[in-house]
């Protein structure tokens, strides 16, 4: 039996996340398939050439360290530990899938700076990504980032980065169960941040966690990085180890799995991005409220108008999901008539600009589109040729703005096809509707 129940451990966001990735997006197919030998040699080849593999000859107390924590995790596959001689503190890890032993390279800067104790956390966290298979999904995402010709959906593409961030915390916790003291691996995080030692800088957590509550603040988001920040792993790491889930932490004044769960979500949340500017939220809300309500229009979501409302609203957040989540139908509708109330009222650039959205750009690039509009400018009609200056694009004076003539069309087409939706009485959708796509 193993020691831990790492399948416990495990961030709950980060399970869900590699459930969604591997399941509803069927990227564990993928595993199977995928024939990465060349890769990996290659990898060992470059380590072997470029760095110095650690024995117990070479770096005694660091190969021992290392082995020490692989014993305490009951980890038996064979690992090669590099020792990587760069000025940045860092680590990393790669899978060998059986082909080749798995990787696990420190920097040197990060041997000079780090004491064992704090090694300990490193080496526990690089060998929990090996634990939870990482490399796996990390694989498949390169895979399907370098097909031509073929984009990855939005969707895809924010549940991959939300879920390496999410691993990181998971990784965090095996970390800790290597190395049980806060105030350690707090000076890790101090030192990762400020790229300096003790001799400098006195390390203070309570004075260092200050800047998380000005990241609370500002709420600006930092969804493109890999790595959530330091302070986040850091304060994770507090609420871990006050949690039911620490072994030890028996007692009744331990933060119970649902409330950890909560507190860490609240954090990883500080990373999403969300619309700010009040331009963008009504954009945002609008095509989740209209586009919500004419999809129940035909009676049933589709995954297809679900992917597209999320892709659409990909450009303002890294939560779509949660603006398409209504509590009723009644909900969707008060919405959607208050700003179709709102863009209606408006004589400016912002009405044209949810038209803009709406028109696909032209197929084979501008140029194509205009050569093609000259070549047909004959068929347009009377009034639009006497405005126009260019062909195909009606300069709207009144705004400043140069529309092309798809959009007014698109602009016509709206407006009187929405008085109609007001009057018309959809019925209500199904709960079992609501149940599968709100949140
Ligand atoms: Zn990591």
């Given amino acids: 039996m193993e020691k831990f129940d790492f399948a416990r451990l495990r961030f709950t966001g980060e399970t869900e996340l590699v459930r969604i990735l591997e399941e509803d997006y069927a990227l564990a197919s993928y595993y199977d398939i995928f024939d990465n030998k060349d890769e990996l040699e290659n990898i060992t080849n470059h380590m072997l050439a470029n760095t110095v593999k650690l024995n117990k000859v070479i770096a005694p107390r660091l190969y021992k360290l290392c082995g020490e924590i692989q014993e305490f995790f009951g980890f038996r596959e064979a690992i090669d530990f590099y020792l990587y001689a760069i000025t940045e503190v860092n680590a990393f890890s790669i899978n060998g899938f059986g082909i080749v032993p798995h990787i696990i390279c420190f920097t040197s800067s990060l041997i000079q700076q780090l004491s064992d104790d704090e090694l300990r956390f490193v080496i526990g966290h690089e060998i929990g990504h090996l634990i939870y298979k990482h490399s796996q999904l990390d694989v498949v995402n390169k895979i399907l980032a370098n097909r031509e010709n073929e984009e990855i959906p939005a969707a895809l593409a924010i549940y991959f980065l939300r879920w390496q961030r999410y691993a990181e915390v998971t990784c965090d916790r095996i970390g800790y169960l290597a190395m049980p003291d806060i ?211 009606v300069p709207w004076r009144r705004y400043g703005r140069t529309l092309p003539v798809r959009s007014i069309r698109i602009a016509v087409a709206v407006f009187l096809i929405c008085p109609m939706l007001f009057q018309y009485r959809l019925p209500a959708p199904s709960s079992a509707l609501f149940e599968h796509h709100c949140i």
Wanted: charged share 30%; net charge positive.
């Fill in 183 to 393: 105030k350690t691996i707090g000076t890790v995080f101090f030192k990762f941040a400020s790229g300096l030692d003790e001799k400098y800088l006195n390390f203070d957590i309570d004075e260092y966690l200050k800047q998380l509550d000005k990241i609370r603040e500002i709420a600006v988001g930092d969804f493109y990085s890999t790595h959530p920040n330091n302070l986040v792993r850091l304060q994770d790491l507090i609420y871990f180890s006050q949690s039911v889930l620490m072994p030890g932490n028996k007692s009744g004044k331990a933060i119970s799995e649902k409330t950890l769960n909560k507190r860490m979500l609240e954090l990883m949340n500080l990373l999403e991005i969300h619309p700010k500017k009040e331009k963008d939220k009504r954009i945002v809300e609008f095509f989740a409220s209209v586009g919500i309500y004419l999809a129940h229009a035909s009676g049933t979501v589709t995954e297809r108008v679900w992917k597209t409302l999320y892709d659409w609203l990909a450009d303002y957040t890294t939560q779509p999901e949660n603006y398409l989540a209504f509590k009723t139908y009644a909900d969707i509708k008060r919405r959607m008539e208050a700003i179709c109330r709102y863009y209606s009222r408006q004589h400016g650039g912002e009405k044209f600009e949810i038209f803009e959205k709406l028109t696909p750009p032209p197929p084979y690039g501008l140029n194509f589109w205009r050569q093609l509009c000259r070549r047909r400018r004959r068929k347009l009609p009377a009034a639009v040729l006497h405005r126009t200056g260019r062909c195909g694009m």
